[in-house]
């Protein structure tokens, strides 16, 4: 079946540090890939999403490179800011209807 | 009108109780989850509705009950739960293609129910 596998935290990074975390999956076919964010006390976000190989998706700063050949979606950030703390989870779409997430990292940006 | 409004935010019940959680969302969507989240995990998937009809059951226990009254509508009714069942219960939707269940669309969550079970 789909899987997402994807680094535990929390990570801890100073304001304006970069940001990476990474997200491999395993799937049949050709999934979509998304990065969801979810802040305290509230549900989920979607952050960006690719759909195809070689995709990048981006928003806020974030970026992630559907990468086939290495099977991941890593997400990125040049410069982090404090109001980006939140836990992010990587996941797939790729069978009817089913959306599979990974654990969740939690992001805390100190000033 | 792109939010999925979901009441009530918090709930506290008793073992014997009966409760209802609600789902609303008024985007034309015609899939809806339910989704249960436990603190520092990720969301787990519950049911799915397709046009009203439930298409996903995963394997949860009767104990939970979905209902789809219409396509803006989806409750989830609660009967002897235990207090492991406490958690933060999560309701989405996406967009439906003619052409069949297989979407890149994005799920659009609401903000969650909060139950504890006492």
């Known amino acids: 079946g789909n899987s997402v596998t994807q680094m535990e935290g929390p990570v801890t990074l100073s304001e304006e540090a970069f940001l990476t975390i990474n997200c491999t999956y395993t799937a049949t076919g050709y999934p979509s890939l998304f990065w969801y964010v979810q802040y305290p006390g509230e549900g989920l976000q979607l952050l960006l999403k690719?759909?195809?190989?070689?995709d990048k998706g981006s928003n806020k700063g974030f970026e992630a490179t559907y990468r086939k050949e290495t099977t991941s979606f890593h997400l990125e950030k040049g410069s982090v800011q404090v109001s980006d703390s939140a836990v992010y989870f990587c996941a797939l779409s790729g069978g009817y209807q089913k959306v599979t997430f990974g654990i969740g990292t939690k992001l805390q940006v100190i000033p | 009108d792109t939010e999925v409004t979901q009441t009530p935010k918090h709930l506290v019940m008793g073992m014997t109780n009966k409760k209802s959680l609600k789902c609303e969302q008024h985007?034309?969507?015609?899939?809806m989850y339910w989704y249960k989240q436990k603190a520092k995990k990720p969301p787990e998937l519950m049911f799915v509705y397709s046009y009203e009809k439930l298409s996903i059951n995963e394997s949860v226990p009767s104990r939970f009950s979905p209902e789809c009254p219409n396509s803006s509508l989806l409750n989830l009714h609660l009967h002897a739960l235990q207090p492991e069942d406490s958690a933060l219960y999560l309701c989405?939707?996406?967009?439906?293609?003619?052409?069949?269940?297989?979407?890149?669309?994005?799920?659009?969550f609401g903000s969650g129910t909060q139950l504890s079970v006492l």
């Open positions: 989405a939707s996406r967009p439906l293609f003619l052409t069949g269940g297989r979407t890149n669309e994005k799920l659009f």
């Open positions: 985007m034309g969507h015609r899939a």
């Open positions: 690719a759909t195809k190989a070689d």
